[in-house]
């Protein structure tokens, strides 16, 4: 069974697996020991750190291990704001970045903080000029990620650095998604990371701190890692995601290749095979493996599940957010269609026939959900259609209240025919996707999206038809 989650969690490479057998007979005892057995397990544990700083580009002592990418997130953003305390409380960050970033600003914003979210364009990038405008005295730290983790699109993290220095502010980038594939641009002050994303073992995390960036780790004081993570370091799962590290990185300039090649095709052939498509993510600054698209009058959940039981492992946008029934904030802050939503990041080794497979399998998938939700079948091939027996009303109000997208919009899809051009159709809903999902489909069928309008339940959006 294709397994095409890479960016949720990498397959164990061979290399970690190795490792980690090894490291459980010689890396059991403390570290922090002066006997043989701790001795052995400190050369270990210095190793790793050594071999993790240089596929960073760090010393050795600005790296610590954590518990998880997202502890490193954590603990990077609080010990950020805390050691700039005296600058100012403001913490500044993309409105793109993973869900970890959003939960240390809502504990920042609770302790009496400020947050301040820079928006990006359509393709899931900042304007780096943009960003550098909200950059103000008071702010402590600024947060970018070097790619994203739902779409690809990567970062201008060089020039947000620049104007970072410029003004003073350090920057932390989250390299969840891209280091595996290469270093971070140089320019940053902190840094952080996760072994599970490029095929080490879940569970390590890395949080680089530049020398020189004011620090003061939260919570109560540990021993170990610099202060800056607590508790037993987990020593075969950290010397596995060194290695493995290491041997991903080895590979990268190669399978970056092969894999970028084989989204290629699939950013071709999705659009080309299946109507009413929007491939998102920028199309060139993206990394090598990873390709979203959003298919019109589908349900995201259903698709999965269709996908899956087709032999296809897919994900539809963040796992931190597939669960609930808000759309992807990564999708929102873009602006494009957030239901029907794949995201296809491919793991090392994939190979082109399981691809070729999964592109022949996905229209009629897409297809079968489509008719089982009752799309009209001439909107979904071509346009709307006017009706010519009956004169067109000038306006129609649709109730879509209670109904899930992507109900509201293929109701829309079904009357928007029945008015004149020129005309309007009211869509009343109260499912938060609609107010990405509506505009995104008049931009698709090349209607005017009037605007939103207040209800007494949810919403009203006015959708005009010009042809």
Request: glycine share 10%; aromatic share 4%; hydrophobic share 45%.
């Amino acid at each position: 069974m294709p397994y095409f989650d890479a960016a949720s969690s990498a397959p164990l490479h061979p290399v970690a697996r190795q490792a980690l057998l090894a490291s459980l007979d010689e890396g059991w005892a403390d570290p922090a020991r002066l006997y043989r057995e701790g001795r052995r397990a400190r050369m270990l544990l210095d190793a790793a750190r050594e071999a993790a700083a240089d596929a960073v580009g760090c010393r050795p002592d600005e790296l610590v291990f954590t518990p998880s990418g997202t502890a490193a997130v954590h603990a990077g953003i609080a010990g950020a704001l805390s050691g700039r305390r005296r600058v100012g409380r403001r913490l500044v960050a993309s409105a793109v970045e993973h869900s970890s970033v959003f939960h240390a600003a809502a504990a920042h914003e609770a302790a009496g903080g400020s947050f301040t979210e820079v928006p990006v364009e359509r393709t899931g990038a900042v304007d780096s000029a943009v960003f550098g405008a909200a950059l103000r005295e008071d702010t402590a730290l600024a947060c970018l990620q070097s790619a994203n983790h739902e779409v690809g699109t990567e970062q201008p993290v060089a020039a947000v650095a620049a104007l970072c220095r410029e003004a003073g502010v350090p920057l932390l980038v989250d390299a969840a998604q891209s280091l595996g594939w290469g270093p971070v641009a140089d320019g940053w002050s902190l840094l952080t990371a996760s072994a599970h994303k490029w095929g080490g073992p879940a569970g390590v995390g890395l949080l680089v701190v530049r020398k020189g960036v004011r620090f003061a780790p939260q919570g109560p004081a540990d021993e170990r890692e610099s202060g800056r993570s607590a508790g037993f370091e987990n020593l075969p799962a950290i010397v596995a995601a060194a290695a493995s590290l290491r041997a991903v990185r080895a590979e990268a300039e190669a399978e970056a290749a092969r894999l970028r090649s084989l989204v290629d095709r699939v950013r071709a052939e999705v659009a080309a095979r299946v109507p009413d498509v929007e491939v998102v993510g920028d199309p060139g600054r993206r990394l090598p493996h990873v390709v979203t698209f959003s298919c019109l009058y589908v349900d995201g959940e259903t698709l999965l599940h269709e996908l899956d039981r087709a032999g296809f492992s897919v994900s539809s946008g963040s796992s931190c957010t597939s669960s609930t029934l808000t759309p992807s904030h990564v999708l929102k802050a873009m602006g494009v269609l957030s239901e029907g939503n794949v995201r296809l990041s491919l793991p090392a080794g994939t190979a082109a026939s399981d691809v070729e497979r999964f592109l022949d399998v996905l229209p009629g998938v897409v297809a079968g959900v489509r008719e089982r939700l009752g799309v009209p079948v001439a909107d979904a091939s071509a346009g709307p259609a006017g009706s010519a027996a009956v004169e067109p009303a000038a306006s129609l109000v649709v109730d879509a209240l209670g109904r899930r997208c992507p109900v509201p919009v293929i109701e829309l899809a079904k009357v928007i025919g029945d008015v004149p051009v020129g005309g309007t159709v009211t869509v009343l809903a109260d499912d938060e996707a609609a107010r990405l999902d509506i505009p995104a489909w008049c931009e698709m069928r090349e209607q005017e999206y009037v605007g939103e309008e207040p209800a007494e339940r949810g919403a009203a959006y006015v959708v005009r038809r010009l042809s």
